[in-house]
């Protein structure tokens, strides 16, 4: 018999849209895919030449838990620069991705009844997370009439996802104001933090310099295309590192060797150029996805981060997803697997060359002319 733990675990279902799409890659079909939030250039050469030394210089072994001390000295610098914050390296924790990152900061304060507010819609994972520590997920808007109604005396944290994953929004600054003042725990997942291309983007540390209520997760894979390199961070204050440390070493020992001394290179002039050029093209792609979406008819946000758009399409998202998938070979993410309110609403990514995504948005162009849907 399985742990209840794991039965009420729910799958990813981006990742279930891949498996679908990958099957019918496999019977020679070209698939378009905008399901999966990765970033589809390469990690920038200096951190993949770091990499590759870190290697031949035999740097394979356990670090410190807490991660190498001259890459936490360089995220410090960064959030130094950024938001004129002074971050002790003892304030940081290196971890294998910010996923394990955001697990972490959950385990360390959430008790068995605990509620957490989470957006409506927001990053799957966290209601499986929450869940699984034996807590409830609280979903409601990121609005500050909303998050009073959500409030009560089991609510310990809330986790602020911005720019947004499916959303692609930032959030309000009123939204930080209210959560510093009336909430124990702010977690601010900031993983999609600089791939913004209008407009402000906060972060958590700007409201909390001294990191009392705060525990920022953050990383490498979404801003520098390291998805498959596993490094993550977590800032907090000492008590807040100290427990997940106990985690980290009992669970993963470290984060990986190789991924972290290639992660040095992150913040060089050199790798600092690519992203730039990175980003220039997201925000290409970006305007692409919405005048299109625009044309089909459907309701969309204002998405200015990350590189989702997650338009309402007035209709059944996962019923259209699948079909699209079936006929059309473009792969889409179903709005309901973020939230009851991503019931009609479907996920594009634009996390893939500017051509395939054009040649996708035709397809269901295609398709919405061929079912009369346009």
Not at 282 to 289: A, E, H, S, T
Request: proline share 4%.
């Amino acid at each position: 018999m399985l742990s209840k733990r794991l039965l009420n675990f729910e799958s990813f279902e981006v990742m279930d849209i891949l498996a679908l799409a990958q099957n019918l890659e496999n019977e020679g079909k070209k698939v378009i895919h905008l399901e999966i939030g990765e970033p589809d250039f390469n990690t920038p050469k200096p951190i993949v030449d770091e990499g590759i030394k870190a290697l031949k210089e035999g740097n394979t072994h356990y670090t410190d838990s807490r991660g190498i001390l001259e890459l936490r000295e360089k995220i410090g610098e960064l959030y130094k620069d950024k938001y004129k914050a002074d971050v002790n390296p003892d304030n940081i924790i290196i971890t294998g991705g910010s996923s394990l990152g955001l697990f972490f900061a959950l385990s360390s304060i959430i008790d068995e009844g605990d509620e957490v507010l989470i957006q409506n819609p927001s990053y799957p994972c966290y209601k499986n997370f929450i869940r699984f520590l034996g807590a409830e997920p609280v979903f409601c808007d990121f609005t500050v009439e909303s998050l009073e109604k959500a409030l009560s005396d089991k609510t310990k944290a809330i986790i602020i996802n911005s720019p947004s994953n499916p959303l692609g929004e930032v959030i309000d600054k009123e939204v930080y104001e209210f959560a510093y003042e009336n909430i124990p725990y702010i977690i601010s997942d900031e993983i999609y933090n600089g791939l913004v291309y209008e407009g402000k983007c906060y972060s958590a540390i700007e409201f909390d310099e001294n990191l009392e209520k705060t525990i920022l997760v953050n990383g490498f894979s979404k801003l520098y295309a390291m998805t498959g390199w596993r490094i993550g961070y977590v800032i907090s204050n000492e008590n807040i590192i100290d427990a997940i440390l106990k985690l980290q070493q009992n669970l993963f020992i470290s984060a990986p060797t190789i991924s972290q001394y290639a992660a040095l290179k992150a913040f060089e002039k050199e790798t600092e150029k690519e992203i730039n050029n990175m980003i220039k093209e997201f925000d290409r792609r970006r305007k692409l996805v919405l005048k299109y979406v625009k044309d089909f008819g459907w309701e969309v946000n204002n998405p200015i981060g990350a590189y989702y758009v997650f338009p309402n399409i007035g209709k059944d998202g996962r019923e259209f997803a699948y079909k699209l998938l079936k006929e059309k070979y473009v792969a889409l993410t179903p709005g309901i697997g973020f939230g009851s309110k991503g019931k009609n609403h479907i996920r594009i990514s634009y996390a893939n060359s500017y051509e395939n995504i054009k040649e996708g948005l035709e397809r269901i162009k295609e398709f919405l002319d061929e079912n009369n849907d346009n």
